[in-house]
């Protein structure tokens, strides 16, 4: 069983949806919750990071960690073409290492 | 200006050579790092060097050797290539530890004929 699961899809939802990603993971330990978007040929940028439990908003994003089922989410509303991408969920207990989901596709129809 | 810069952006060879990755930040940052991404989009550290000590050496090959001249910098040899190598190769780099942000490169990809 990898660390951290995470469903790859893919995903296809009409332009102004809401998209709704999901990770969990099995080691109690992590602390530090990443998401990040990875466009086609791109390397992955940070779009949304939270300590702990509870939820984030960005805009258009919200992060939520709930630690005591060991399961993170990403929501985005109101979606864009310009949201179809791979979103990787990361996290890390408190050291240098991250652990990385395997990426979900999103496809975003206009 | 590019922050995170990798070179070549694509390296096709043969199995059995020996090939290196050049890996640059102009972030000012301590940590950087080489992961591996497998063609299912699974992204998987390999090592993380912190002012050119390295901090994090995960079951990799002996056949892949990083090299930090200095912290801007951080380099992957990798000797007699094999046909699982094929995948993109991620340099990242961080302000100090993982908590702060991590800034990828675009990647580059290997195949290995």
């Known amino acids: 069983q990898k660390e951290v699961e995470q469903d790859p899809g893919p995903l296809s939802v009409p332009e102004g949806a809401i998209v709704s990603l999901n990770c969990t993971y099995s080691n109690s330990a992590f602390q530090y919750f990443m998401w990040y978007r990875q466009y086609s040929r791109k390397g992955p940028e940070l779009l949304m990071y939270t300590y702990s439990s509870g939820n984030k908003e960005d805009g258009r994003f919200t992060a939520q960690v709930d630690k005591s089922s060991k399961y993170i989410s990403l929501f985005i509303r109101d979606s864009q073409p310009s949201d179809s991408a791979t979103y990787l969920c990361?996290?890390?207990?408190?050291?240098?290492?991250?652990?990385f989901g395997a990426g979900t596709t999103v496809t975003v129809r206009a | 200006d590019t922050a995170v810069s990798q070179t070549p952006k694509y390296l096709v060879t043969q199995m059995g050579n020996d090939k290196s990755i050049k890996c640059e930040q102009n972030?000012?940052?301590?940590?950087m790092y080489w992961y591996k991404q497998d063609s299912k989009k699974f992204l998987k550290i390999m090592f993380s060097?912190?002012?050119?000590?390295?901090?994090i050496n995960e079951t990799v090959p002996n056949r892949f050797s990083p090299k930090s001249p200095d912290k801007a910098h951080l380099n992957l040899h990798i000797n007699s290539l094999e046909l699982g190598d094929s995948a993109v190769y991620f340099c990242?780099?961080?302000?100090?530890?993982?908590?702060?942000?991590?800034?990828f490169g675009d990647g580059t990809r290997l195949s290995i004929l």
């Open positions: 990361a996290m890390s207990e408190n050291d240098y290492k991250l652990s």
């Open positions: 972030l000012g940052h301590d940590t």
């Open positions: 060097y912190n002012n050119k000590e390295l901090i």
């Open positions: 990242a780099s961080s302000q100090d530890r993982v908590v702060q942000p991590q800034h």
